[in-house]
């Protein structure tokens, strides 16, 4: 891995951290080649202080380390991706992340319709929609159709459209979400255990 760090006067290269796992943008710090070494033998990401002028490892004062998992250059050379296991939050404030958002897993279109199935149960008295009535009808009538949609991939694996495959696909992961919420679960949850399996 080649880093240009004689790029900028300084020496200094800006190091984006993320987490390993939510892929949450953390915080922004800056490293220069001894910081960049020091982080590489101990595994916990060591930052150029320009404020205080000296090496600083995240979490020397509160215990809230970034354990380093990857790191990869740009294509110019001249900035860091920085993958890393945060122990505890990462912003001085207390916050999760320095943009004072919560890290958490992020399953970008999924999970805003997983927002709207959220809507559609809290508010299923008023909401005469297909969710809402689905909630109505209760958990076996959500199980059924479950149930319903995965025969129907099945039948569809066999063939060879492509087209229907995929849209029926898309039928039973939407009712899968819709019965996770029924029993009072998210993907989050299902992602935990998936996690766990591969320890």
């Given at each position: 891995?080649?880093?240009?760090f004689n ?7 800006p190091a984006?951290?993320?987490?390993y796992?939510?892929r949450?943008?953390?915080?922004l ?6 910081a ?10 060591t930052?150029f202080?320009?404020?205080k002028?000296?090496l ?5 004062s509160?215990?809230?380390?970034l354990?380093?998992?990857d ?13 890393v ?12 992340t ?6 958490v ?12 199935i ?15 009535s689905l909630f ?20 569809e ?19 899968y979400l ?6 009072g ?15």
């Amino acid at each position: 891995m080649t880093i240009n760090f004689n790029k900028y006067e300084n020496g200094l290269v800006p190091a984006i951290i993320q987490d390993y796992s939510t892929r949450a943008v953390l915080m922004l710090g800056y490293m220069n080649q001894e910081a960049f070494n020091k982080t590489q033998e101990t595994k916990r990401v060591t930052f150029f202080s320009r404020s205080k002028n000296r090496l600083w490892t995240k979490g020397e004062s509160s215990g809230n380390f970034l354990e380093l998992q990857d790191i990869q250059v740009d294509c110019d050379q001249d900035a860091l991706l920085i993958s890393v296991k945060p122990e505890g939050p990462t912003c001085h404030t207390g916050s999760d992340t320095c943009w004072n958002e919560n890290n958490v897993s992020n399953f970008g279109f999924l999970s805003e319709l997983e927002r709207v199935i959220t809507d559609r149960k809290t508010n299923q008295e008023e909401d005469t929609s297909y969710v809402a009535s689905l909630f109505k009808g209760g958990i076996n009538k959500i199980a059924q159709k479950v149930g319903e949609e995965a025969i129907e991939v099945v039948i569809e694996a066999k063939d060879e459209n492509d087209s229907l495959f995929l849209n029926e696909s898309a039928d039973l992961l939407f009712h899968y979400l819709i019965l996770l919420q029924a029993k009072g679960f998210r993907l989050k949850d299902v992602e935990t255990i998936l996690k766990a399996r591969q320890k």
